[in-house]
């Protein structure tokens, strides 16, 4: 490697400080941004660590031995998340994710489910806890993720055949302890299991078909796949527009093995545009942030690992929440300042790909550290 690591203040985004109106109004339960986009979905990272070395993702060539991860101390702790959640749902917020790196590697993960349980949305709800994971702890961590209240579980699978999948993992990780993951997720009861398959064309799309077939005949609907555009997420991960299969040329291989018939979106800010096969044996969603964007319907704020607030995928500069939380400002006044991040927010990036660059400077926040 010698000296070409990229730095690791190289690879952070910077934090902005977050404002605190001097009389701030209780939250309404309905904060809409700039484009009248309600804030209806948070999603938490809980650690910048992860045990596999996904080229689109984290390359080995950047995240290797030396690469130095986030402190302990730096994380948020379980209390500040819960307390930082309970503000999110008073504005309207109805949906939770807990994200990575890979949220399996943080310790003791099914309490801080516990707490996220208690919580209540506006209308007096639990809300809706999923969390996202490539698997590889899911046998052991599945049941008490679902005794802890965990609703549902996303697993990332970009391929079938063993091989493929090392060659992608790089960490030659085999692919069937992933489906015994799977299984273990539904045998707990965290069914609809979504998997994901990031397409790469020249690397895994010739696994697009085998995966769609091992699903149909394996588990059938209680698992639904989802196919995603291979993303310029970050910086690291060298991406190329001539690597992205869009997503309409994969619904076509699909729909002639198959046959696909298109289902209505559930919610209108749904990602994934729903079709099912034919002969009812499931269905898959295709997620097109390339070809076809939906800032539209973004209804998403994510939170870091160590409490920066990012109202999108790609942005460049996160607010910085922690230092509120650590510095004893008041629940109304943290609520406060989400309020104005919110109804700031203009982020549209998918929708002007190749119209916006970073600053001098500054980087694109990268898909370990704020999931996807």
């Not at 689109?56 to 986030?70: A, K, Q």
């Not at 702790?77 to 994200?99: D, N, P, Q």
């Not at 506006?122 to 599945?142: F, K």
């Not at 993992?169 to 299991?193: S, T």
């Amino acid at each position: 490697m010698g000296e070409s690591v990229i730095p690791l203040a190289d690879l952070r985004v910077a934090a902005v400080p977050l404002a605190v109106p001097a009389d701030p109004a209780a939250p309404s339960g309905h904060l809409v941004d700039r484009l009248d986009r309600p804030l209806r979905d948070l999603r938490i990272s809980v650690t910048d660590r992860c045990n596999f070395r996904c080229g689109y993702c984290m390359p080995r060539e950047v995240f290797d031995t030396r690469y130095r991860f986030l402190p302990h101390e730096a994380l948020l702790s379980f209390e500040e998340i819960t307390r930082v959640a309970r503000l999110f749902l008073a504005h309207g917020v109805r949906k939770i994710r807990l994200t990575g790196g890979e949220p399996l590697l943080r310790k003791q993960l099914p309490t801080l489910v516990a707490q996220l349980a208690e919580l209540r949305t506006v209308d007096g709800r639990p809300p809706e806890l999923t969390l996202t994971t490539n698997g590889t702890l899911l046998t052991r961590l599945a049941r008490p993720l679902r005794d802890a209240g965990l609703t549902r579980v996303t697993v990332s699978l970009d391929a079938l055949d063993d091989a493929v999948f090392r060659r992608m993992n790089d960490v030659d990780f085999p692919v069937a302890d992933v489906l015994r993951g799977v299984d273990a997720a539904l045998e707990a009861g965290l069914a609809p299991v979504k998997l994901n398959m990031v397409v790469r064309r020249g690397m895994n799309d010739g696994e697009i078909l085998p995966l769609a077939r091992h699903v149909r005949d394996t588990w059938g609907p209680a698992v639904r796949l989802r196919f995603i555009e291979y993303m310029d997420v970050g910086s690291s991960n060298g991406w190329r527009l001539d690597e992205v299969l869009p997503s309409e040329q994969l619904r076509q291989r699909l729909d002639a093995a198959f046959g696909l018939e298109p289902l209505l979106p559930a919610s209108a800010d749904e990602t994934a545009e729903r079709w099912r096969y034919r002969d009812g044996r499931g269905e898959i969603g295709l997620i097109s942030s390339v070809t076809k964007a939906f800032c539209g319907d973004c209804s998403r704020a994510r939170l870091s690992t160590e409490g920066k607030l990012f109202t999108c995928l790609f942005a460049t500069r996160g607010h910085d929440l922690r230092s509120l939380l650590r510095s004893g400002a008041s629940d109304a006044q943290i609520a406060g300042a989400i309020g104005l991040v919110w109804a700031a927010r203009g982020d549209r990036y998918s929708e002007l790909r190749g119209e916006q660059t970073a600053a001098p400077g500054e980087r694109r926040i990268e898909m370990h550290y704020i999931g996807g």
